[in-house]
Every structure is written in structure tokens, then in C-alpha cells.
């Protein structure tokens, strides 16, 4: 088998891995009851028109609160369709669901949303800093962008770990990168974070559970940060 043969027979082995399996796998270590309830807790703040960055088989949609009264979603894939759709009939909020990459510029106008979310999404942004920078664009002045997101360890034993394994967890995981400061991030990209809690999930490995949940603005209130 030449070069190029090899090539593109490993370029469909892992879109067949990214389209069928990947998902499931997601679904499996994402949609445990324990997330399920950080889900919920992350997303309580929203109300309105919400954007959802990050949708992927819409593991969210179960957990928004009944203030949200209408949900437009990007992801860069449609994953597990049918699940999706089953999802999108149960959710008492209409679902308008986008096929974009979140690291380009979104086809919203400025200030178009009452609130942004993320949730285990800003590990696999190409052009993270760009994603974020939109996020802030599209955000009302009063709204609420909401993330829950795994990243980088404040304990630099943990984080040097997460530097040495973070290029197989970023193969196998689909471009995730466990190792990426989200807070600094988030700052960065000229959000203010109005309150972030940092703890490590239960019953995960602190290489990859270590989590953020906060909310940031555009502006206003400073950070009020809390270590569980």
C-alpha cells in the first residue's frame, strides 16, 4: 500500500471513529447522573434566546431551565442524529440547530443573545481565542455567557501530567485538550468572570476532571472565585 493509500485509509478509519464512536463514547462518560446535575447547575442563570456553542448530541437539553424560551445551537458536526432529534421533541423550548465552527466568525448580529453556553466544548476549539471573542460579541450587556468546561489542574504536579498526556488525549478524544487554562482564557478573550467554582468531579481522573463552572459578561462585577 503506498503513502497516500495509507493515508486516506486511516483518514476513514477515524471518521468512522469520530462520527460513530467517539459520540457514544462522549455519551457515555458525559451523560452520568453526576454531570447531568453540574449540567444543570451551570445552566440555571439563562433565560430567553440562549446559544448553545458546542452542541454535540445535545446532552444539555434536558437540563435548561423553563426560562429559556428559545435555543439556537453550532456544533462543527451533527452527531448521532436520531438521538439528537428524539432530544429536540422533548425540549419544551424550540431548537434551532446549526452546522458551524465555532472558531470562525458566527452569522449573528452584535448583542443578539440574552445568554451563551458552553459546556465541555472550549477543550476542542481550533481558534479558541477567536470562539471566545465571538461569544462576547454576540452576548446583550446584561447577559449571562454560562460554561462548565474540564481544563487545566491549579496543582502543578497535575498539570505537568496534563501537559505530558495531553497530544494522546487529544487524538483519541477528537482535538480535546485537557491541559487548556480556561479561566485565563475566558479573561483573555475580554469577558469578565463574574463567579467560577473549581473542584474535580467525582469518580474521574484528575487529568481530565478537573472542572470550571462560573459565569461571565461582557463586562461589570469582579470575579468572585470559590474552591470546592
Given at each position: 500500500m503506498t503513502r497516500p493509500q495509507e493515508n486516506r485509509k486511516l483518514q476513514i478509519e477515524m471518521g468512522f471513529y469520530s462520527k460513530h464512536i467517539f459520540p457514544r463514547l462522549v455519551e457515555l462518560s458525559l451523560g452520568r447522573g453526576p454531570v447531568?446535575?453540574?449540567?444543570?447547575a451551570a445552566l440555571a442563570p439563562l433565560h430567553g434566546h440562549v446559544l448553545e456553542v458546542g452542541f454535540g448530541t445535545g446532552l444539555n437539553l434536558p437540563c435548561y431551565p423553563s426560562q429559556v424560551t428559545r435555543l439556537t445551537?453550532?456544533?462543527?458536526?451533527?452527531?448521532?442524529?436520531?438521538?439528537?432529534?428524539?432530544?429536540?421533541?422533548?425540549?419544551?423550548?424550540?431548537?434551532?440547530?446549526?452546522k458551524l465552527d465555532a472558531g470562525g466568525r458566527l452569522p449573528f448580529e452584535d448583542?443578539?443573545?440574552?445568554?451563551?453556553?458552553?459546556?465541555?466544548?472550549?477543550?476542542?476549539?481550533?481558534?479558541?481565542?477567536?470562539?471566545?471573542?465571538?461569544?462576547?460579541?454576540?452576548?446583550?450587556?446584561?447577559?449571562?455567557?454560562?460554561?462548565?468546561?474540564?481544563?487545566?489542574?491549579?496543582d502543578p504536579r497535575i498539570a505537568r501530567l496534563q501537559d505530558r498526556f495531553n497530544p494522546i488525549t487529544k487524538l483519541i478524544g477528537c482535538g480535546c485538550n485537557m491541559n487548556r487554562p480556561i479561566d485565563k482564557l475566558i479573561t483573555a478573550a475580554g469577558l469578565q468572570i463574574a463567579k467560577l467554582d473549581r473542584f474535580v468531579m467525582p469518580d474521574s481522573p484528575r487529568i481530565l476532571g478537573e472542572l470550571y463552572r462560573g459565569v461571565a459578561h461582557r463586562g461589570g462585577a469582579g470575579m468572585e472565585a470559590v474552591q470546592e
Open positions: 447531568r446535575d453540574e449540567r444543570r445551537t453550532i456544533d462543527s458536526e451533527m452527531m448521532l442524529p436520531g438521538r439528537v432529534a428524539d432530544r429536540i421533541a422533548r425540549t419544551r423550548a424550540p431548537v434551532r440547530q446549526l448583542e443578539s443573545f440574552d445568554g451563551v453556553v458552553t459546556t465541555f466544548t472550549l477543550c476542542s476549539i481550533g481558534e479558541v481565542a477567536t470562539a471566545l471573542a465571538e461569544i462576547r460579541r454576540v452576548l446583550k450587556p446584561a447577559a449571562d455567557y454560562v460554561f462548565l468546561e474540564h481544563g487545566r489542574s491549579d
